[in-house]
């Protein structure tokens, strides 16, 4: 019985930890998602004109 009391402690004190990290996350002001995130790099690159010939 003990061990059924600490599961369930555990999961609602994961559950808090990611409700307070998830309102954390939505509470800055850019809301991007990790496939912008991962090409911001690219973002300061001049693009090359292509030369036609």
């Avoid at 954390?24 to 292509?50: C, G, K, N, W, Y």
């Amino acid at each position: 019985m003990e061990i059924l009391l600490l599961t369930v402690f555990l999961s609602l004190l994961l559950a808090v930890l990611f409700l307070l990290l998830f309102l954390r996350d939505r509470r800055t002001e850019t809301h991007r998602s990790m496939e912008q995130e991962s090409l911001s790099p690219f973002a300061t690159e001049i693009p090359v004109e292509t030369v036609r010939k």
